[in-house]
């Protein structure tokens, strides 16, 4: 009877702590905003443009902004808020420079530039390199109640990065609170 109380008492406290272990994983993967997206979403390609933006040096990218039906849906319906299951995508380009696109640029501000504003033309042309990364922002308020609803998910090479590099999301997202810490504003 004792050692079937032992026995009994040692199950119970390793399933308590296997329960404490598991609650402190999850309660830090909230806290970071980590998210379950642990491959990349089939056919995330494939979704509607939000908007792009260019970031200069150092960074010097072209980002992209997609979104599934739900998050487009919201945009075009003009809501600030958005509902559970939204994703928003974001897909980080370098900056390069086509030298087949300066000289079409080239012929046609011939006679219409100056030979300053020409150059000042090519120099801030640039396209779409390779690819840097790709990020998610994932909607899901209750399971991401500690970053504002929202799970983040980076990827380099098609493989999912981990949980420090996810780590500063919800502070940069922070200030667009009053956006459900959402910048990116959709471009009709």
């Not at 830090?28 to 998210?35: F, H, L, Q, T, V």
């Not at 990020?135 to 504002?148: I, N």
Request: aromatic share 10%.
């Amino acid at each position: 009877m004792k050692r079937l109380i032992n026995v009994g008492f040692a199950v119970a406290a390793t399933a308590s702590l296997a329960g404490v272990l598991h609650a402190a994983d999850e309660t830090n993967a909230k806290a970071a905003g980590m998210s379950a997206i642990r491959e990349l979403p089939k056919g995330y390609r494939d979704w509607k443009m939000i908007s792009v933006a260019s970031v200069g040096g150092p960074i010097k990218d072209l980002r992209v902004k997609l979104g599934n039906d739900v998050a487009i849906r919201t945009y075009r319906e003009g809501k600030t808020t958005f509902p559970d299951g939204a994703i928003i995508a974001r897909l980080a380009y370098r900056q390069e420079t086509s030298e087949e696109n300066n000289a079409a640029f080239k012929v046609a501000a011939a006679g219409r530039l100056s030979p300053e504003e020409t150059t000042k033309l090519l120099n801030e042309s640039f396209v779409a390199g390779a690819l840097t990364n790709v990020q998610f922002m994932v909607k899901d308020s209750k399971k991401y109640a500690a970053t504002g609803g929202w799970g983040f998910a980076q990827f380099t090479d098609g493989k999912p990065d981990d949980g420090a590099a996810l780590n500063t999301c919800f502070a940069c997202h922070a200030p667009a609170k009053a956006h459900d810490f959402v910048y990116t504003r959709y471009a009709p």
